[in-house]
């Protein structure tokens, strides 16, 4: 199973910052030493042409060259170096790779960061710089189209589980009947101002293992009945855990497993492909929430497999999946 990385591109945070960037390269070192199964690819940066799908050539430009006004800036949470905008480009890069793995019959394959649902078109907020899975999604769209004229648009199911609402995400597709958001999330966490999703689940402070799988198993139905995609972008924040410091719900790790595992089963069992991005996670242990996305890639790499033996579920063309070839860390098994 393929994932892409950018923690090499460390952005200078100053001393104190909440955001715990060492998540990222830690949790690609236990991936390395773990599960060997999950091959790890260098992200490749996002164009400004695939950028401007979903975001203003403005926005695009000022996060290139640092001209954002000092309140934007101050509203994504990061101060600006060319390590920001270079890593900014690749967490959008690495959805993208992921999902043209999937769409080229892989399965499932990941993003081991990603999920910046907070990104507006035309500004960033929340540690969220440019909007991956909006980007990529819309990307899908177009590769699809110029590979099946005949063919009507790619449908693509947002499945965010952050704890937080995905604001960003929800404006960005607010008008648009090809990709459905769908959001599970704290009623009472960040942001507080929220966009309406296609469907917005809102859950109380304190909630726990059952509760929660009830609305997400209630929330899967919905979605299904009212939309048939073609293609699944799955957030797997490890926020809503109960050590988390900003979750404020009260998840384990067998109910954040038995969350994913759910995500996972209703992809594979309808055959859609399915990339996921790890999203939040802010434990008051960071070691804990690398264990929650260790677990979610040991689900994962069950439901890959699943995918290889199953005959005809891999497209003969391959090279539709793009020009561009990752440069691997560690050999295929």
């Known amino acids: 199973m393929h994932a892409f990385y950018a923690d090499h591109f460390i ?43 979903v975001h ?9 060259t640092g001209t954002l006004d000092a309140a934007a800036q101050r509203e994504i949470g990061f101060p600006w170096s060319p390590a920001m905008a270079e890593r900014a480009r690749r967490s959008v890069g690495a959805t993208i790779q992921a999902c043209r793995d999937v769409m080229a019959g892989e399965g499932l394959a990941a993003n081991l960061a990603g999920g910046t ?7 960033g907020s929340g540690f969220c710089v440019f909007n991956d899975a909006a980007v990529a999604a819309r990307l899908m769209q177009a590769e699809h189209a110029r590979r099946h004229r005949a063919a009507g648009p790619l449908r693509v199911a947002i499945v965010d589980l952050d704890v937080h609402q995905g604001n960003g995400t929800a404006s960005i597709f607010a008008r648009d009947d090809s990709v459905f ?40 139905e919905e979605l299904e009945q009212r939309f048939d995609p073609g293609l699944v972008i799955y957030l ?11 979750g ?26 399915l990339a996921f991005t790890m999203a939040g996670g802010y434990g008051t242990d960071m070691e804990a929430t690398v264990q929650i996305q260790m677990n979610t890639y040991r689900t994962a790499l069950d439901y890959h497999h699943r995918w290889q033996g199953v005959a005809g579920v891999r497209p003969a063309d391959r090279s539709a999946t793009g020009p561009a070839t990752p440069h691997w860390q560690n050999p295929a098994p």
């Open 248 to 273: 404020r719900l009260k998840l384990t790790f067998d109910g954040l497993e038995a969350r994913d595992r759910r995500v996972m089963d209703w992809a594979w069992q309808r055959r859609l492909p």
């Open 117 to 123: 649902h907070h990104s507006y078109a035309h500004k």
């Open 56 to 64: 203003l050539p403005a926005y695009i430009q000022a996060i290139q």
């Open 181 to 220: 958001t769908l959001s599970l999330h704290g009623a009472r966490n960040f942001p507080f101002r929220k966009e309406p999703s296609d469907l917005d689940v809102e859950l109380p402070d304190g909630c726990g293992d059952t509760e929660y799988l009830e609305a997400l198993e209630r929330a899967l």
């Open 11 to 53: 952005l200078p945070l100053p001393s104190g910052h909440r955001f715990p960037m060492a998540k990222y390269g830690r949790l690609r070192e236990r991936l390395t030493a773990e599960l060997p199964q999950v091959r790890l690819g260098q992200a490749l940066p996002a164009s400004d042409g695939e950028l401007a799908l």
């Open 236 to 246: 797997a924040g490890a926020d809503p855990h109960e050590g988390d410091r900003l």
